[in-house]
């Protein structure tokens, strides 16, 4: 069965700072990878999808890295803003789970001014 | 508004009473999805649609779930009997996309409190 961690579970960083998010899932035999930010009372905003013959992508200040082999994927956030103040999802899209996406628990991530 | 939108976004039952959820997909998107987001956790795959036909139930956690898309377009999750542990967030999702499922555009979600 697949299974998907995020670490760290909550973050809090000041405002400027780079950080990352880390992601791993068990099963290497996946299509693709994907970032959400998840807003209080909200539902999920996609920000980067890696296919799994791609090592990364990017989107302003977000890079999103995938190691498909040793089952990691990172989420780079430069130069923080509260604006980035949420949840952070990650989810994988495999061969044997079909086109449901399974998800990680999320790190929620405050940035403070 | 042309995003995916559910209703009621709030719904308290007490525990027994039978709920439904709607979900009103993108128009034209042919796959649908229901997940179940517990507090502090990340979505659950519930079931999945392509028009009116359902290809995969297999999150379902009981047979109180049951899950309806039956013209294609808008769908309906129905939650027998409930109990406290459904209490939860119920996202839906969308997709134009039959053969990848991708990408999933998703509603705000219904958030059900069982007392």
């Known amino acids: 069965k697949q299974e998907v961690t995020q670490i760290p579970a909550a973050l809090s960083v000041p405002e400027g700072e780079n950080l990352v998010l880390n992601c791993s899932f068990t099963?290497?035999?996946?299509?693709?990878l994907q970032w959400f930010r998840q807003d209080p009372g909200k539902g999920l905003t996609s920000l980067l999808l890696?296919?799994?013959?791609?090592r990364e992508q990017t989107s302003g200040r977000l890079n999103a890295s995938l190691d498909k082999s040793s089952g990691r994927s990172t989420l780079y956030i430069a130069a923080s803003q509260p604006g980035d103040s949420a949840t952070y999802l990650c989810?994988?899209?495999?061969?044997?789970?079909?086109?449901?996406?399974?998800f990680g628990a999320g790190t929620i991530l405050r940035v403070k001014s | 508004g042309a995003g995916v939108s559910q209703s009621p976004r709030y719904k308290v039952a007490k525990r027994g009473q039978d709920v439904a959820l709607r979900c009103d997909p993108i128009?034209?998107?042919?796959?649908l999805f229901w997940y179940q987001q517990a507090l502090g956790q990340g979505p659950e795959f519930l079931t999945y649609?392509?028009?009116?036909?359902?290809?995969?139930k297999s999150g379902l956690p009981s047979d109180r779930f049951f899950a309806e898309r039956p013209e294609g377009s808008v769908s309906t999750l129905k939650i027998q009997r409930t109990q406290q542990e459904d209490s939860a967030v119920y996202l839906c999702?969308?997709?134009?996309?039959?053969?990848?499922?991708?990408?999933?555009?998703f509603g705000d979600g219904t958030r059900l409190s069982i007392l």
């Open positions: 999702a969308s997709s134009p996309d039959r053969v990848t499922g991708q990408p999933q555009h």
């Open positions: 099963d290497s035999a996946i299509y693709n």
């Open positions: 890696i296919q799994s013959s791609q």
């Open positions: 989810a994988v899209r495999g061969g044997r789970y079909g086109n449901k996406l399974v």
């Open positions: 128009s034209g998107h042919v796959s």
């Open positions: 649609f392509q028009n009116e036909a359902q290809l995969d």
